[in-house]
């Protein structure tokens, strides 16, 4: 089956609305995600046996067409063995919508697809492991893709398969006008808990957007280089490629200022009865209190969290809204979290903190809203360690220098300010159609195109999922990749 194109003149976008749900329909939601989590859970049992049975039957000496038969690893797969199983291991099956079930089996299919794909060579990034079991602490959610998903006219409320209408705590005007305009269309909906127990629902939506640009796009710089902060004061720091700087937003540090508070709160839990005993090193039933103190601490991650999303936000709405041409750097934050162990937790807490990949993440769609230009630098392009006056590149900088200077013509600048200036001269010197200094191929702007494949069937041996994920010409968030020189 076929990747869905979506149409030409419209792209994807979803829609988040908090929801008050009454203590019923809560239960209902925690029944929908238990339901997914037994369903993968059950069919991983069931995958990890078929496995383990035709390893035992090689180790014997038997024939491929004479070991056991395999599973298929596609959602149809698990699904039709789920089917055949969920009297025996739930008997509560239908209390629930069968899109709970299958939520749980697609993300099953999913981590197998990646797994055996990992295993083979075929899939970029670090290595993936094999799945594994889901706790009753996992993230609830629950997806939903058939059955009766619509806005209510009353605009305060939502309808979902077999969950009914449940009241929403803001208005989803802004989507039921469009849907009643005929200009955006749900495909999915998605049922989800945060940590801090308030239950969400985003609507999964393809709309019309015409390439109508608002007035105040453009009323910035032609081409900009944003610079991301980590161990400074600032999350972003914007300068033109004549090296002017015109903004600088601070970083909100919202994990770091938080810290004092929730290290009193879980101070104050491990003087309460918790769920475990460590004298007894048995589980045993925890108190109201500590419930209660952990859903304090859940309360303060979470506005952490809602903090630096709203920083995020607004500062690269402002850039996609002002500016034509948007040049960011491609860091590899896993990378720089993976080594160092504990002389690096404060390092990894900062890069935590200021969730990096998420501003070039939001900027890769906000830019084809606006119809402005997103250009992402090769990832190792030394915009930190070149000159920005006279081109030098230096051997060595570490995170503790924040000002730079060069030995070659003795310039002195902030080291934010320096490779924001050295990223917008790289955007300076490509257009949209140009070719690549390196060869990379042509410099994509909104226009990128992206290429899909139709799913292949494969044996247990092998892989299949429901949702194949190929993309060529460009990388997962659509965004142009420009190996660039020094800049002179």
Not at 311 to 322: E, F, M, N, S
Request: glycine fraction near 8%; proline fraction near 3%.
């Amino acid at each position: 089956m076929a990747r869905f194109e979506i149409p030409r003149g419209w792209t994807a976008q979803a829609y988040t609305f908090a929801l008050d749900p009454t203590p019923a329909q809560v239960r209902a939601f925690r029944s929908h995600a238990g339901g997914a989590r037994t369903a993968h859970n059950t069919m991983l049992a069931v995958v990890k046996a078929v496995l383990d049975q035709r390893a035992a039957e090689r180790s014997y000496g038997l024939a491929e067409e004479e070991l056991t038969p395999s599973l298929s690893w596609s959602l149809a797969g698990l699904r039709k063995e789920w089917n055949a199983r969920k009297g025996e291991v739930a008997p509560w099956w239908a209390e629930n919508s069968k899109e709970a079930y299958s939520t749980g089996l697609d993300s099953l299919a999913r981590g197998l697809d990646a797994w055996s794909k990992s295993r083979a060579g075929e899939r970029a990034g670090k290595t993936v492991g094999f799945p594994r079991f889901k706790t009753a602490r996992a993230r609830r959610s629950v997806r939903f893709t058939t059955g009766t998903i619509r806005v209510e006219v009353d605009r305060h409320h939502v309808t979902l398969p077999r969950l009914g209408a449940m009241k929403t705590h803001e208005s989803t005007r802004k989507l039921a006008r469009r849907v009643q305009a005929g200009t955006a269309r749900i495909l999915s909906a998605t049922l989800s808990e945060d940590t801090a127990g308030r239950w969400h629902v985003a609507f999964q939506t393809i709309v019309q957007r015409t390439p109508a640009v608002p007035g105040n796009v453009g009323s910035g710089e032609p081409v900009v280089g944003v610079d991301v902060g980590v161990k400074a004061d600032s999350l972003l720091v914007v300068a033109t490629p004549d090296g002017r700087e015109i903004n600088r937003v601070p970083a909100p540090k919202s994990y770091v200022r938080t810290h004092d508070r929730r290290r009193a709160l879980q101070r104050r839990a491990a003087r309460q009865q918790g769920p475990y005993d460590v004298s007894t090193k048995t589980r045993r039933a925890a108190s109201k209190r500590w419930l209660r103190t952990q859903a304090r601490i859940n309360k303060t991650h979470a506005h952490a969290a809602a903090v630096r999303s709203d920083v995020r936000h607004k500062a690269t709405t402002a850039l996609a809204q002002q500016n034509q041409v948007i040049v960011v750097e491609t860091l590899n934050v896993s990378g720089m979290r993976s080594k160092g162990g504990v002389h690096k937790c404060g390092l990894n807490r900062a890069l935590a903190d200021a969730a990096l990949a998420e501003i070039r993440r939001m900027l890769a769609y906000k830019t084809k809203w606006y119809g402005s230009h997103l250009v992402a630098a090769d990832r190792c392009y030394p915009s930190s360690k070149t000159c920005s006056g006279c081109g030098s590149v230096k051997a060595k900088l570490t995170l503790a220098d924040r000002v730079y200077a060069c030995e070659a013509c003795g310039l002195i600048i902030d080291r934010d300010h320096n490779a924001a200036i050295n990223l917008a001269r790289l955007g300076e010197t490509h257009t949209l159609g140009e070719q690549s200094p390196a060869g990379s191929g042509l410099v994509a702007g909104r226009g990128a195109m992206q290429e899909t494949a139709t799913t292949s069937v494969v044996n247990a041996a092998g892989s299949e999922t429901s949702t194949p994920h190929n993309t060529a010409g460009v990388d997962q968030t659509g965004t142009a990749v420009l190996q660039g020189t020094a800049a002179r």
